[in-house]
């Protein structure tokens, strides 16, 4: 079975600042997917980034930016210029690059911008 | 596309009752997920379909959990009967299946059992 890890389950940033959100996962799978999922208080799951394990470039969306570590099995999220409706919980997910397309979820990290 | 369609967005109900949640995945999509949400758990992968068949249920708790995909385009989580342990988001996604898309999520449904 494949884990997902967020070691951090609450964060806060000042507006403007930078934050780094971390997730390490463990799979014996050489190819597969991995993405940062939003959920503001709305609830609503918006999809941040995403992954591909075979591409070494890492993940740019903006003010998101991922730190992609195969070998250490490591994903990390930096926010950029952090905003207000940045504040959200934040999960990380893997997915097996095969006919499953089965979604694992880490516990998430709860990010507070503080104006 | 409207996304991903869950209903009802708000349930209560009556301990021992009956409850249908509904979700009606992106036209196209082939596989579909329900999960729960909980603040003790976090997101639990219930049960998920591909091409409307059941794949893993592992994640249902209870016998009194049940799924099912008609059609392409429908699917229900049905919980019977419900007790208040089952008070959750219950989240429904779709995805397309072999192309390493993401998983788009409806608004979830907040279900409290009193």
């Known amino acids: 079975a494949q884990t997902v890890t967020q070691s951090q389950p609450e964060m806060s940033v000042q507006e403007a600042e930078t934050v780094t959100l971390s997730c390490t996962y463990d799979t014996s799978e050489n190819n597969y997917y991995l993405f940062w999922y939003k959920q503001p208080p709305s609830r609503q799951m918006i999809l941040v980034i995403r992954?591909?394990?075979?591409?070494?470039q890492n993940a740019t969306e903006n003010r998101f930016s991922v730190n992609f570590q195969k070998a250490a099995k490591s994903f990390s999220l930096k926010i950029s210029d952090s905003q207000l409706g940045d504040t959200a919980m934040y999960f990380c997910a893997f997915m097996k690059d095969d006919t499953g397309n089965q979604f694992y979820f880490g516990t998430g990290t709860s990010l507070t911008v503080i104006p | 596309d409207a996304g991903v369609i869950q209903s009802p967005r708000h349930e209560v109900t009556e301990m021992g009752q009956e409850v249908t949640l509904r979700c009606k995945p992106i036209s196209g999509h082939n596989s579909l997920f329900w999960y729960r949400q909980t603040m003790m758990r976090g997101l639990e992968l219930l049960i998920y379909?591909?091409?409307?068949?059941?794949?893993?249920d592992s994640g249902m708790p209870e016998d009194r959990f049940s799924a099912k995909m008609p059609n392409a385009s429908f699917s229900t989580l049905k919980i019977q009967p419900s007790e208040p342990r089952d008070s959750a988001v219950y989240f429904c996604?779709?995805?397309?299946?072999?192309?390493?898309?993401?998983?788009?999520f409806g608004q979830g449904t907040r279900l409290t059992v009193v």
């Open positions: 992954q591909e394990a075979y591409k070494q």
């Open positions: 996604a779709s995805s397309l299946r072999g192309y390493g898309t993401e998983a788009f």
């Open positions: 379909f591909n091409n409307n068949v059941p794949i893993d």
